[in-house]
């Protein structure tokens, strides 16, 4: 059983910065890529992730330059550290765990959720 706990979010005005925390547990937690994904008024859309094998980061358009994704190996850890947030960037923040080398879009484990809102 594999389990995905998140930490961090909450409100903030547009140009502050977040931090959310995603940590993985259960049975052979290194054989599984993470990433991020966050739900809006217009749906799920992809965030962020992280290849498992190589490290290369990927970023969605609209959050490029601004937000970065890291992982903490020992302890099982990915970290969204969001910057110059803004007002559209609120929305429901998930974590993804996918058994294949990249997350897909249906993954095979989700983070409870977190909510991030930005006011302007």
């Known amino acids: 059983q594999v389990q995905l706990v998140q930490s961090g979010g909450g409100w903030v005005q547009a140009g502050a910065s977040l931090t959310l925390s995603c940590t993985l547990s259960?049975?052979?937690?290194?054989?599984?890529?993470m990433g991020w994904f966050r739900q809006t008024p217009g749906g799920r859309e992809f965030v962020a992730a992280m290849?498992?094998?190589?490290?290369?980061?990927y970023s969605a358009a609209s959050v490029e330059g601004r937000f970065t994704i890291s992982r903490d190996n020992a302890n099982h850890t990915e970290h969204l550290r969001m910057t110059n947030l803004k007002p559209e960037d609120t929305g429901f923040y998930y974590c993804?765990?996918?058994?294949?080398?990249?997350?897909?879009?249906?993954?095979?484990?989700w983070g409870q959720g977190t909510q991030v809102t930005v006011s302007s």
């Open positions: 993804a765990a996918d058994k294949a080398a990249m997350v897909t879009s249906t993954p095979d484990y």
């Open positions: 259960g049975r052979d937690p290194t054989r599984y890529s």
């Open positions: 290849h498992s094998s190589t490290g290369r980061t």
